[in-house]
């Protein structure tokens, strides 16, 4: 991993020191002797990461990250606090400065290249969910995603095999956060499965006299429940090959034993609030793939989406000698209904149409509006034979109940449909043709009287 590093510091043998281990690890490293200088370098050379001095004459490093965070062009760049100083005040400053990790003067290596490795992999990650989703919003498809994160508290799973330790640890979050001691590590992967709310920092204890730590925590970065959810592993000081295992398999964080509370808590709040963020981030880019390939108002999916996946379908069933039929439905008399009822009845009707498509169609089928109160339903591997029984069912289904057309309606509307049908015909037949002759047979169906099913000759 590469990535561009700024490092802040008023001397320079601490600036040289840093400059030369990142370095020897391919770091690119910008430097600054101050605060000004830092805000600068923030501006100009656009850094992955900070690594920020506290102690520094003028604009301390309080008040640059304070700085960076409220920039809206810089405030999602990790900003890492180096202290000599190791006060639980000084971590609490930090925290409310917005800083987004700690390191204590001397760095130690493994604790300077794993905060950076981490924190780097996140932004990462971030900046490509950011611009899909700014990329989303420019066409239309999505809102804008908040950047403030809430403050409620989190929900955390702690594996821990020590009595002594796992009381001081929840007591240490008591109040702050909510969290499920497991004493069993075979049980996480249940309490995983049960829980009503997902678990938001998982807490791994290693103690290798009791059970594989390690293994734990490749199991629950391979399981789709908790693959995304961070995990911060508790570790001796002389331990330092397992700790380079865990991080090599994407732990995301330690701390060493003793455990200080006030890093407990900090590394705690960290860890929850990047993980809220990036979710938002991953649900914002799904909803606008969502919205992309479905139509708002029905939920069902779009004429885009129909046509391309349809394509696909046609060519599966000519390669597999598969059958594959298609009915093509419009309302009828759907202008009546809107000039007569108003705009918003006429969309309560195709929102309840499309559930009754829903409900008398089966999983495998495409159930797709493609216009106005145009809808066409796709049915894999369906000859004519069925596929005209489920189209007199959907027709049967919307003529059988009016539809109500206001939440106290009680009476609804008379709503009737017309149906057209037509099967993939061999190897030479091109979506084109399918979707022509089932449009011929709607028309047929409308010019013989509606709300009847008619099928295109093969």
Known sequence: MTARVLVVDDILANVRLLEAKLAAEYFEVVTAMNGMDALEAVKRSKPDIVLLDVMMPGIDGIEVCKRIKADPAAQHIPVVMVTALDQP????????????DFLTKPVNDISL??????????????????????????????????????NRPGNVMLVDTRASSSERIISAL????????????????????EASEPFELII???????????????????????????????VDPDDQNRLLRALDMGVNDYLMRPIDKQELMARVQTQIKRWRYTERLRSSVKASIEMSVTDPLTGLYNRRYMHTHLAHLVEHSNNRGKPLALI????????????????????????ELAERIRRNT???????????????????????????????????TMAGRPFPISSNDSQGIPVTVSLGLAVLNGPGDMVEDLLKRADMALYEAKRQGRNRVIAAAA
Do not use: W
């Open 89 to 100: 005040e000084d971590r609490v400053r930090g925290l409310e400065a917005g800083a987004d």
């Open 204 to 234: 791994v204890n290693l103690d290798p006299e009791k059970f594989d730590g390690l293994r734990l925590c490749s199991h629950l970065k391979s399981m789709e429940a908790t693959r995304q959810v961070p995990i911060l592993i508790i």
């Open 174 to 193: 008591a109040g702050q956060h909510t969290v499920r001691h497991v004493d069993n590590p075979q049980d996480a992967a249940t309490l995983v499965a």
């Open 362 to 396: 089966r999983n495998v089928d495409m159930c797709c509006r493609v216009g106005g109160e145009e809808f066409i339903v796709v049915l894999p591997n369906s000859d004519m034979e069925l596929t005209r029984r489920v189209a007199e069912r959907l027709r049967r």
């Open 328 to 351: 093509s439905m419009d309302v009828d008399h759907f202008k009546a209904i809107n000039d007569t009822y108003g705009h918003d009845a006429g969309d309560r009707v195709l929102q």
């Open 113 to 150: 290249f794993c905060r950076i490795k981490s924190l780097v992999r996140l932004k990462m990650l971030q900046d490509e969910l950011r611009v899909r989703a700014v990329s989303s919003e420019s066409i239309g498809l999505m809102v804008r995603v908040p950047e403030v994160v809430d």
